[in-house]
């Protein structure tokens, strides 16, 4: 594939090593065993503006199954690309196509750089049950995706399934999904300081600290504190 040798010149192996640590790649770490070539984000992206017209769903396909992070990366990139300019029917593929591939949206910039403009974008006017069934799963990036596709609601000043689906994962042990629960959070925090302290009034006291520091980011400086010390 012409887009493979293309993602391969672009590696540059010191970039790579700096990225394997970055991402976790170690026995036991979130990201074990994940591949990188040392391809910086911007020049993923100007790969995608060169082949985003020339790649099917099959060739999205073969990249997303890859064990280099890279072309995964890449390849959800693409189809974000195809999913703009595709009709109702062809985003519903994309979109089905996504969730059964969810073993291998399996990192955190993955997720985030995609689920909100496939996953979340797909669900705006329809039912989202189906985040409510990846939020209970056992796989961090399932949780993961789940959370962030509500990004796209959040957007919309639609804040009902992020809030239930942050409630959720209020007892989740991983720190990954606290980041990603207290940004979703805080973005609804931006739009709407209320709903958010409605919220937190509720569960600021049992929420992981890394998780409501995230929350509370924006606040103002007196605010914040009083959540802190638990007053």
Request: aromatic letters at 10%; hydrophobic letters at 40%.
């Amino acid at each position: 594939m012409l887009l493979k040798k293309e993602i391969k010149k672009a590696a540059n192996p010191g970039k790579a090593k700096i990225l394997q640590r970055f991402f976790k790649t170690g026995k036991g770490e979130y990201g074990e065993g994940d591949i990188f070539l040392g391809i910086t984000v911007p020049k993923q992206r100007k790969i995608v503006r060169e082949f985003k017209d020339k790649i099917t769903l099959k060739d999205a396909e073969e990249l997303l199954n890859s064990e280099i992070h890279e072309e995964r990366l890449i390849s959800l990139l693409l189809l974000i690309e195809k999913y703009k300019k595709a009709n109702f029917e062809e985003k519903r593929e994309i979109f089905n196509f996504y969730l059964k591939n969810t073993g291998n949206i399996n990192n955190w910039d993955l997720v985030d750089l995609s689920a909100p403009g496939i996953v979340g974008d797909f669900l705006l006017d329809k039912d989202r049950q189906i985040l409510y069934e990846l939020a209970r799963s056992d796989n961090l990036w399932q949780k993961r995706i789940a959370i962030i596709s509500c990004f796209a609601f959040i957007r919309n000043n639609d804040f009902k399934d992020a809030l239930a689906i942050s409630k959720i994962l209020l007892k989740d042990k991983h720190n990954l999904i606290h980041k990603a629960v207290g940004w979703m959070l805080r973005e609804i925090g931006k739009r709407n300081q209320q709903i958010l302290e409605k919220f937190l009034q509720k569960h600021y006291k049992n929420m992981p600290r890394t998780m409501l520091r995230y929350a509370i980011e924006k606040f103002p400086e007196n605010l914040r504190k009083r959540y802190l010390n638990g007053a």
